[in-house]
């Protein structure tokens, strides 16, 4: 099994700053990708971006290019860095870990931007 945990989410002014973060245990060795997810009320889940175990990233089409993710593969972690933060930004934020048979899903973090 694959355990996930988001942190980092919270309450921002529109043009601020967030850094999520997602910590993975268990059985890492079977991940092959890591993924960031959003879900803003009323609306489908929405895929930000993606990183492989080789280092490799993609992303949606994020305005502007705002969002970043990242690894540290010593602390099993994938970050999401979030600048100039929007209204339409506010969801809750998921972790997503795709192995050989399965995918995980961490329990969300909630992202406000409001003034």
């Known amino acids: 099994q694959v355990q996930l945990v988001e942190s980092g989410g919270g309450l921002v002014q529109p043009g601020g700053f967030l850094r999520l973060s997602c910590a993975a245990s268990g059985s890492i060795s079977s991940i092959y990708d890591m993924r960031w997810y959003r879900q803003a009320p009323g609306k489908q889940r929405e895929f930000l971006a993606s990183v492989s175990s080789s280092g490799r990233t993609t992303y949606a089409n994020n305005e502007k290019g705002r969002f970043t993710i990242s690894r540290d593969n010593a602390k099993n972690t994938v970050y999401l860095q979030m600048d100039s933060l929007k209204p339409e930004d506010t969801a809750v934020y998921y972790c997503?870990?795709?192995?050989?048979?399965?995918?995980?899903w961490g329990q969300g973090t909630q992202v406000t931007v409001s003034s």
């Open positions: 997503n870990a795709v192995s050989t048979w399965k995918s995980y």
